[in-house]
């Protein structure tokens, strides 16, 4: 009998004790999503997402929240890599790129845009309006126009003297770090548990005219996966191109890697690449910044010198990225 005794005793211990392990787990599992949020490149990604949180705060869509964020940047003639101020190309005009994505994997992409203060709005429309994912040139000028955007002339005068200066040597060189050929990219995480992005750039200063980079192609500078998470990129397009950057970023979370681990092996990627090419890295910059569905954040570049910022409930930050080259 006592053995029979000890036996159901030691059984329901056991049971006990497989009981609070489940507990645990679901505890673990089931751990508070960190939403709203909203992240951005850059320093001038704390004023954008002021605006972004404006949206989100009162449960708003992701999608509403990035576009509002990066049209501030875009309207602000100070921010010389974005939107009006913009640096022109070679030929002295200023064009601009840009590219839109929300929950539904729906896309809209301008590039070479010009004279058009906001092309993330522009790329909106050829998302909301056309059978189409993406307008260049002038026939995205046209569609702008016809959906009620007026032409400005975005070429500032510091810009404008910047460029003058540029032609008396006309040397093409990015320097890391310097934010001449930077983006703002946004990603966001909204109440109801979506995901959106927003990329928008005037390119590298100086480019030669209809030089395309990232951040209007999707995969690249920017990519939603509703199920997984959203990432971004900023640098020199070109190497991001190359590896398809934040869609890369997005199936290595998928894999299981944090945002942080997945931002990290992209730009290993980037690094490997670029040495295969014997290419020095001395001038090449690229930074990711990446948001997964439970509001977990990370970024990595290959330079010291990148930073974004961060907006949920805890406060609007700018955080400094870790960095591949030490």
Known sequence: MNNRRNFIKKLGLASMGVSLVSLAANAKTTKRVNKPIVLSTWDFG??????AWKVLHANGRALDAVEQGVRYTEA??????????GRPDRDGKVTLDA?????????GSVAALQHIKHPISVARAVMEKTPH??????????????????EENLLIEASEKEWKEWLKTSKYEPVVNIEN??????????????LSGACTTSGMAYKMHGRVGDSPIIGAGLYVDNEI?????????????????????VELMRQGRSPQKACEEAVK????FTQNRKKSLDNIQVGFIALNKRGEYGSYCIHGGFNYAKYDAKGNELIKSD???K
């Open 46 to 51: 704390l004023k954008a997402n002021e605006e």
């Open 76 to 85: 602000d003639p100070t921010e010389r890599s974005v939107g009006y101020g």
């Open 99 to 107: 590219c839109i994505m929300d929950e539904m994997a729906n896309i």
């Open 133 to 150: 994912v993406m307008l260049v040139g002038e026939g995205a000028l046209q569609f702008a126009k016809d959906q009620g955007y007026k």
């Open 181 to 194: 050929h930077d983006t703002i990219g946004m990603i966001a995480l909204d109440s109801a548990g979506n």
């Open 229 to 249: 998470g959203a990432a971004t990129a900023t640098g020199h397009g070109e190497e991001v191109i190359r590896t398809v950057g934040s869609h890369l970023v």
């Open 269 to 272: 990627r980037i690094i490997k």
């Open 323 to 325: 960095h591949y080259l």
